[in-house]
C-alpha cells in the first residue's frame, strides 16, 4: 500500500500596519520545525513526503534574512536592557518567554525550569531567562550541529549581551537556508512543495457565507453579508506568484486553508490552475453519502482536479495521541493501523495530513524519537510505500460527482463563523468593505493596493479561529487588536475617520480562568461515585475540559469536566462525563502523580463494584464510579509538599483524553489555593 504525509506549515500574519511582526511564532517555529521536518524524512533514504508552505508563512520567514530584530516585536525587545523596558512589555516578555509547554520543552534545561517557576526575576535571572526560552525552541538540528547552540545550552546560566548578539546572528544564517534546502529536497525527488490562498482564507466563506449553512444546517450566520469572490481571487493568484518568486516553480498543489472546501471555491481554484487539492474524510463520506472507510483511500477525479482525503483517524493518532506513548510502541501501533488497510486493499493509498509544526512541542525532544523510530519502520515494511503529490496525480482515479461543503474540523465552518464574535468580525469586514466601494474611484492606485493588502490580511481563518468559545490563547486579545488594526488603516488610507466601535476588542477578554477556577477551600467529600451531593464540592477547584482547545483542534473526549481539592488528610477528585460512553466501552483511567513516581491504572467494571481500592508505593489510593468518577489520594505517605498530577483516559490500550488538556495540573499539599498553575 501507499502512504503519503501531508505536513502543513502555516503561521498567521503578526504584522502590524507598520510591518513588524507582534508575536514572535515564525521566528521560533523556523528554528524548531521548518527545518527539522524535512531534515528528519532526509536523513532516511528513500522516504517521501509533501509540505504545504503558506504565503503568509513565506512573507513573515523572509523577514529575518537581515536585522530581524527591525521586524519582530520580541526580538527587539528581547536585545534591549531591563532597565529600558516599560512594565507593560517587561510584563508581555515574562508572558511570552513562560508559554512553553513546561513538561516536554522547560524541564530538560534545569536553569530554565527553575526560572519558569518563578514569579519574580531579578536581572540577571530575567535575562537569563529570555535566552533560555530561545535556547528551548532550537530544534533537534541546531543542537546537535550548531556549536553556539550546544555551547549556550551548556552554560545554564551567566548570559552576557554577547551571547545574545552571537545567538540571534546564529540562528538569522540558519533561518535564511530553510527555503534552499526545500528546493534541494524537491530536486533529489524527496519532497513535494504544494501551497494555500494568500492569507490562509475559508474560501467558501469568502465567496458566500450561506456555505456555512450547506455544512451544517443549524450555523447562525451575520446579516448584511456580500461576496468577496475578488478578493478569493487574489488570494489565489497571489500565493501563487509568491511561491514562484521564492522556489522557482509552480507549487504542486493547493492545501485549502482548514482543508475548507465546496464545490464553488473547488472549481475557483481549479480555473486558476490548482490541479491536486486535499480536504477531510468527512467531506468524503457526506460527498458520497457513505461512511465505508475503504473508500477513503484513493485519489478522486473531480471534474478534472485531483482531490484526496484525509485519514483523521491516522493523522490524530500523530498529533494528539502518540505524544504520550514511547517512541516504539506508537510506531508498532501505527504500522498495525497501516496493516489492517493493507490486507483489505494492497493497492489503498491513506493520506496522513496535518499540522506540521504545533505538535512536537509536546513530543519529548521534539517528536525526534518518534520520527526517527517511524521513518525506521516504514523503510523497513515492505508493502509499504511513500509519496508525494507528483506521485500521487499519476495513480488512477475514482470519480466524484459532487463535493460536500465543510472543513477537517468537524466536517464543517463553524470554527470560523456562526457564534457572535465570529460573526462580529464578518461583519466588520462588510462594512469597510461596503464604505471602500464608496470611495475607491476617489482613490489613486498606490493607495488601492495597500488597502487590498488590508483586506486579504482581515480575511485570515486564524482571527476568526480565536474568536467565541470553542478555543482558547492567552494572546486572544492580541490577535483581535491585529485583526481590527487592518480594518482601521482601511480607513485611514481612505482618510476617513474609522467607526468607533472599531477601536473596541470583539473578544471577550478572557484567562485561564474562564475554563479553570481555583480551589476556595478545603473540601472532604465522601467518595461513593453517586455525585449525590452538591454541597461536598462547594469550594473545589474546577477544570471545564470542554473549552480548553488551543492551536490544534480534534474531537472532544467523554470528560467534560474535572473538579479537584482536598482536605488536611487528603486529595480529591471528581470527573463528569458521558458516562454511557464509559460505560460501553472498556475504560482505563490512569493516575500519575510526579515527582513521586505513583502510577495507577483502574479498568472500569460496572458489572461489580463500581469501586476500586489500592496502597500502592504506601499510598493509599480509591477510585468509585456510577453517576461520574471521584478518586481519594491520602496524603500521609506524601512527603513532598508539591505534586504534579495527570491522567490518561484509555480505551483499547490507546489514550484517548489526557487531563487537564495540556500538561499537568500542580497542587501544592499545603496550600492556601492561591499558587495553582497549569505546566
Known amino acids: 500500500m501507499n502512504l503519503a504525509f501531508i505536513w502543513h506549515m502555516h503561521q498567521p500574519d503578526y504584522r502590524d500596519e507598520s510591518g513588524v511582526m507582534q508575536m514572535p511564532w515564525v521566528f521560533l517555529h523556523a528554528i524548531k520545525d521548518y527545518y527539522d521536518m524535512p531534515w528528519m524524512i532526509s536523513r532516511h533514504s528513500g522516504l517521501k513526503a509533501t509540505f504545504n508552505i503558506t504565503p503568509s508563512l513565506i512573507l513573515q520567514l523572509k523577514l529575518y534574512y537581515e536585522n530581524p530584530q527591525k521586524s519582530d516585536k520580541f526580538l527587539n525587545l528581547w536585545l534591549q536592557d531591563q532597565s529600558s523596558l516599560d512594565m507593560q512589555n517587561y510584563k508581555w516578555m515574562i508572558k511570552i518567554c513562560k508559554s512553553v509547554p513546561y513538561e516536554t520543552m522547560a524541564a530538560s534545561i534545569e536553569s530554565y525550569s527553575r526560572l519558569y517557576k518563578k514569579e519574580s526575576y531579578e536581572d540577571g535571572e530575567f535575562f537569563d531567562l529570555q535566552v533560555l526560552f530561545i535556547l528551548s525552541w532550537c530544534g533537534v538540528y541546531l543542537r546537535t550541529n550548531s556549536r553556539v547552540v550546544k555551547d549556550l545550552l551548556a552554560k545554564q546560566r551567566g548570559y552576557t549581551y554577547e551571547d545574545k548578539l552571537s545567538l540571534l546572528e546564529e540562528l538569522r544564517e540558519f533561518i535564511a537556508g530553510i527555503f534552499d534546502y526545500y528546493i534541494e529536497l524537491k530536486k533529489r525527488g524527496t519532497l513535494s512543495l504544494c501551497t494555500t490562498p494568500l492569507n490562509h ?62 464545490e464553488k471555491s473547488a472549481a475557483l481554484l481549479y480555473d486558476y490552475g490548482a490541479e491536486w487539492i486535499a480536504t477531510d474524510e468527512d467531506i468524503l463520506f457526506r460527498s458520497i453519502s457513505s461512511k465505508k472507510r475503504a473508500a477513503l483511500y484513493t485519489p478522486y477525479d473531480y471534474n478534472g482536479m485531483c482531490i484526496c482525503f484525509r485519514d483523521h483517524q491516522l493523522s490524530d493518532l500523530i498529533g494528539f495521541t502518540y505524544r504520550f506513548w514511547e517512541a516504539k510502541i506508537a510506531v508498532k501501533d501505527f ?240 470527573f463528569e462525563a458521558d458516562m454511557d460512553e464509559i460505560k460501553n466501552f472498556d475504560f482505563t483511567l490512569r493516575t500519575i502523580i510526579d515527582p513521586i513516581g505513583f502510577d495507577e491504572e483502574v479498568s472500569f467494571d460496572f458489572e461489580g463494584k463500581k469501586e476500586y481500592k489500592s496502597k500502592k508505593s504506601t499510598i493509599a489510593y480509591e477510585v468509585a464510579y456510577e453517576d461520574w468518577v471521584e478518586i481519594k489520594i491520602a496524603k500521609n505517605a506524601i512527603k513532598k509538599q508539591k505534586l504534579y498530577f495527570r491522567f490518561e483516559l484509555s480505551k483499547d490500550d490507546m489514550v484517548i483524553q489526557v487531563l487537564p488538556g495540556f500538561g499537568m495540573l500542580e497542587i501544592d499539599t499545603q496550600s492556601d489555593f492561591s499558587d495553582r498553575w497549569f505546566v
Open 201 to 262: 482564507p475559508i474560501l467558501p466563506l469568502l465567496l458566500d457565507v450561506q456555505s456555512a449553512t450547506a455544512a451544517n444546517p443549524s450555523t447562525n450566520t451575520p446579516e448584511y453579508s456580500i461576496s468577496l469572490k475578488e478578493d478569493a481571487v487574489l488570494h489565489i493568484q497571489k500565493a501563487k506568484d509568491l511561491f514562484v518568486k521564492t522556489f522557482g516553480f509552480l507549487p504542486d498543489g493547493f492545501w485549502p486553508a482548514e482543508g475548507a472546501v465546496d
Open 335 to 574: 504500522i498495525s493501523s497501516l496493516l489492517l488497510i493493507d490486507k483489505t486493499d494492497k493497492s489503498a493509498t491513506a493520506f496522513v495530513i496535518l499540522d506540521g509544526e504545533n505538535a512536537w512541542e509536546f513530543y519529548e525532544n521534539n517528536a525526534f524519537y518518534f520520527f526517527d523510530e517511524l521513518y525506521k519502520s516504514i523503510n523497513s515494511t515492505a508493502w509499504l510505500n511513500t509519496l508525494h503529490i507528483e506521485d500521487i496525480k499519476k495513480l488512477p482515479r475514482k470519480k466524484l460527482n459532487k463535493l460536500a461543503a465543510g472543513s477537517w474540523i468537524g466536517g464543517k465552518l463553524d470554527t470560523w463563523i456562526g457564534q457572535r464574535e465570529k460573526n462580529r468580525a464578518w461583519e466588520l469586514i462588510f462594512i469597510t468593505k461596503r464604505d471602500y466601494e464608496h470611495h475607491k474611484e476617489s482613490l489613486d492606485d498606490a493607495l488601492n493596493a495597500k488597502i487590498t493588502e488590508h483586506f486579504l490580511a482581515a480575511e485570515s481563518s486564524d482571527w476568526f479561529w480565536w474568536y467565541g468559545d470553542d478555543h482558547y490563547t492567552e494572546f486572544g486579545l492580541e490577535y483581535d487588536a491585529l485583526f481590527r488594526s487592518h480594518l482601521i488603516c482601511i480607513y485611514n488610507l481612505m482618510q476617513i475617520e474609522p467607526p468607533f466601535d472599531f477601536f473596541e476588542p470583539i473578544i471577550q477578554k478572557r484567562s485561564s480562568k474562564d475554563f479553570w477556577i481555583y480551589p476556595q477551600s478545603h473540601i472532604s467529600p465522601h467518595i461513593n461515585g453517586k455525585n449525590d451531593s452538591f454541597f461536598d464540592w462547594i469550594g473545589c477547584g474546577v477544570v471545564y475540559e470542554s473549552k480548553f482547545y488551543a492551536t490544534m483542534d480534534r474531537k472532544r473526549g467523554p470528560i467534560k469536566k474535572m473538579l479537584y481539592g482536598q482536605d488536611f488528610e487528603n486529595i480529591y477528585f471528581a
